[in-house]
């Protein structure tokens, strides 16, 4: 396990290598959002893999899945900015054929990880959904492939599954929305309980002026992104950055918080998630004090 001590300026954090997440630390990444005597050391991996590197404690500011953070709410507060919320869309599972929603728990489904909150909503929706972990980007091709009937799709995938012949079952995101009324909280950055309140809220402000930069700064921020873009042309990069880092990232509102509890709790009620979550914001007075 790798401690970080706030003594040494560094803190490491930890991101997906997609394009919204790229957008969203493009400020800190590039030094233009900067913490006087703090370096932030970055790393690139899948959700899936930092979800798990997050049961170690292994980064400072790390992104997760709101599914995970039950798992890891001892060593971690959630940051009050970079959600990433889907507005009545979301995670979907396609297949190479048209298949009723109701018949998916017929079919086998290539999911990208059992502690992402597709997995979490996909359960919630098909509780007896027969599912296998495939890699997040493999997942498209081995549909294609015919080695599985179906699968859950998240990132850049959800804008270009139809150019690849693919047809959408469900949207796990619009479903929500129809259930519950509420956005579907993907996930968000989370931060040590370690680093002490003063570190802590010098990486949250660092986080919001990364984010609020690249609102700012569109255009440079996107031409940053699109290294990270997999599939996409510009005009579908700065679409789906849009669909994920607006002002919802620099701020959940009491919509967007109040959506991760209802979440989570009926995860934990339904049986999927075996901790009873306690979802806390690094903002909030208990952990900060």
Partial sequence: MTQVSPKTGVVTVAHSPDSDDAFMFYGMATNKVRVPG??????????????RKALEGYYDVTAVSFHAYPYIQDKYALMPSGGSVGEGYGPMIVASRKIAPKDISRIKIAVPGTMTTAFLALKLFAPDALTEVVAFDEIIPRVLEGKYEAGLIIHEGQLTFNKMGLHRVVDMGRWWRELTGMPL??????????????????????????IQYALDHREEALQYAMQFARDLDMQQAEKFVGMYVNE????????????IVKLLDMGYERGIIPHKPNVEFADDDAVSA
């Fill in 185 to 210: 909280p993907l996930g968000g950055n989370a931060i040590k309980r370690t680093l002490g309140p003063e570190l802590t809220a010098s990486c949250c402000k660092a986080l919001r002026d990364s």
């Fill in 248 to 259: 919802r990232t620099l701020d959940y509102g009491k919509e967007g918080r109040a959506a």
């Fill in 38 to 51: 703090v370096k932030f050391t970055h790393t690139l991996c899948d959700i899936e893999t930092l979800n």
